[in-house]
């Protein structure tokens, strides 16, 4: 392979922030960050990142580098046929001679930068290596290996709302993704509801799905006004009716998340009635459900401080959970896919409504010890599935119960079991 091919390899911006539907994904950034950047209980953009829309020639450039590098693989025999750890090693071969075949040629890049790394919370520095704003070559490297073993059949165009963007520059857009990546049968984005409901009109969204958007992931979060309100998420519940509504009108499937414990305990009920409302008369496809986790500095991290905002426990979210399912009457597929869950509730309502409630109230009915200890084996478990092991700082967390290799709760005491379920769970990626 010619020097100066390898010299020419870009990388190219990945989303970081997507849906966990959308993990394995091919992405590429229409915009950049958040133009809201104003909820309560985000930590993402709080970091000192500027919205921008980028140009269509920024990102057919990308595209085109994508193209170029996953090309390359291709030739190297890279592909989803192959066993994981030849992928792995001839990826890092790849890898090395394209940094070599650039460094001779004197091609630099944007550093790799990664907003979160020097953050005060070491919860965010833990968060930075998959926040990644600037990637390198190896990052894009893979994230295409990833796509190209999943089936290389989905693509997610980000960052936070890209239903603000014109449907004419995103139907160009997805005409040049198609041009390099024929494969693709499956685009999806994340909207805002209200953008969905007073921004565009029904012939605009129709034409995001004339352009080939398949579905919009919607944070809904809750369908309580006053829980929109205390956490400035921006939207109403009657937002969420009608942008989900109109959507649906205008062929788009529609994805829905919800988030439990977001109305703390004072509102947790409240939360769940009227989030089950929304759902009902706007009739999502799918809800999923996103148990909030408080980060340092977010404002509701504040508000946590202050006394005005009281943190739901895990026994108050799964009882809010138990009430929202009971509540909802419409056709939906409910899936609990967020590592922060504690309980793994999924189905098709109405028809699995038994089944799932039967789950929470196998929880429920457990002694109070025997529930402090299913949170912590229940959230060490989304952490191996999540990362693909534990770290060696969760290790270090947990030692005083491991013991030859195995949990050993024994005679430890409550507290300090809540202590290790806290910290797991606080690097747990939502």
């Known amino acids: 392979m010619q020097p100066d091919r390898l010299s020419a390899v870009r990388p190219f911006e ?12 091919l992405t590429f950034r229409l915009t950049r960050n958040c133009y809201w950047n104003k909820c309560a209980f985000c930590p993402i953009y709080k970091t000192g990142a500027k919205f921008k829309k980028r140009s269509m020639e920024e990102v057919r450039e990308d595209v085109t580098n994508a193209r170029i590098l996953d090309d390359l693989l291709a030739e190297n025999g890279i592909s989803g046929s192959m066993d994981t750890r030849s992928i792995q090693q001839r990826a890092v071969s790849l890898i090395q001679r394209i940094r070599q075949a650039r460094q001779e040629a004197g091609v630099t890049d944007k550093a790799r930068c ?38 290389s059949r989905s693509c997610f165009l980000g960052d936070a709302d890209a239903l603000i963007l014109r449907p004419d520059h995103i139907g160009a857009v997805m005409a040049h993704i198609h041009d390099n990546f024929p494969e693709i049968a499956r685009f999806t984005v994340y909207g ?42 921006g939207a109403t519940p009657d937002d969420h009716i009608n942008g989900l509504l109109k959507a649906a009108r205008a062929g788009l499937s529609c994805s829905f998340y919800i988030m439990p414990g977001l109305g703390g305990v004072a509102m947790s009920q409240q939360h769940a009635v009227e989030t089950a409302r929304v759902i009902n008369e706007a009739k999502a496809d799918y809800v999923r459900i996103r148990t909030l986790e408080i980060f340092d500095g977010t404002p509701i991290d504040v508000m946590r401080k202050k006394g005005t905002f009281v943190e739901a426990d895990d026994d108050t979210v799964v009882l809010e959970i138990k009430r929202l399912i009971q509540e909802i009457r419409v056709e939906t597929e409910l899936l609990s896919d967020s590592a922060t869950n504690l309980l793994q509730v999924n189905g098709r309502l109405p028809e699995d409504r038994e089944r799932m409630l039967a789950v929470i109230d196998e929880y429920l009915s457990m002694e109070p010890r025997q529930r402090i200890e299913y949170s912590l084996r229940s959230r060490l478990a989304a952490f191996a599935g999540q990362y693909g092991g534990l770290s060696d700082e969760v290790l270090s967390a947990i030692a005083p119960v491991l013991k030859d290799g195995s949990l050993d709760l024994g005679q430890v005491p409550d507290g300090d079991l809540k202590q290790m379920t806290a910290f797991v769970k606080s690097r747990l990626m939502p």
Not at 129 to 146: G, K, R, T
Not at 194 to 219: M, Q
């Open 14 to 25: 990945i989303c970081s922030i997507r849906p966990p539907t959308e993990n394995n994904s």
């Open 114 to 151: 990664m907003p979160l790394e020097n953050s005060p919370d070491p919860r965010m520095r833990w968060f930075s290596s998959w926040f990644i704003d600037y990637p390198d070559i190896s990052d894009c490297v893979e994230h295409l290996v990833s796509w190209r073993i999943s089936g």
């Open 192 to 233: 805002r509801t209200r953008t969905a409901a007073g921004i565009r009109s029904e012939k605009d969204l129709a034409a995001f799905a004339d352009a080939g958007i398949d579905r919009v992931h919607f944070g809904v979060e809750s369908g309580s006004a006053d829980v929109l309100k205390m956490v400035n998420k």
